[in-house]
């Protein structure tokens, strides 16, 4: 597994020595950054359920202004750090579960990517946390990584369901942040 492009292009990154981190493969990781690619420039990414950290260092090595990192992973958290490290990258790293994360936070993202383990019922929990606590800026984006047998559920205004896009055995659903405008008559 490598940076895809950037400053850090070409770097290996380090992976599990077991699979209880599930990296993004390269095809689907490769296609993701095709959606997302002119959005990345200057903007705060939020890598949930990060894993290895390849799509937070891959957002830093295109040039975003921030990345954080959270997983309740020891293991997961150390391989992050190391991946930072390698790519002469900055980032902050959490060990937490992200609902936690998000109940707490209290900056906004551009960039939000949930990862969640597949077979866990996060995805809803997760969509519904950052709906309510509402951490992603006007005209952000939220990917989220998934099997493609999987239904991902529609979040509430100004938040929408915007595409889905599958690649083998697994889909990528973007939602997207309407900006919101004052109503007053003009």
Known sequence: MRVITGTARGRRLKTPENYDIRPTTDNVKESLFNIIQFDIEGRRVLDLFAGTGQLGIECLSRGASSAVFVD???????IVKENLKTCALEGAVFQTDAISFLRSCTVKFDIIFVDP???????????????????LSDGGIIICEARRTRQLPEMTAPYTKQREYNYGKVKLCKYTKSAIFSGDGA
Request: net charge negative.
């Open 72 to 78: 309740e992973s020891t293991a997961a958290v150390k």
């Open 117 to 135: 383990p597949y077979d866990s019922d996060l995805y809803e929990e997760v969509l519904k946390t950052i709906n309510l606590v509402d951490i």
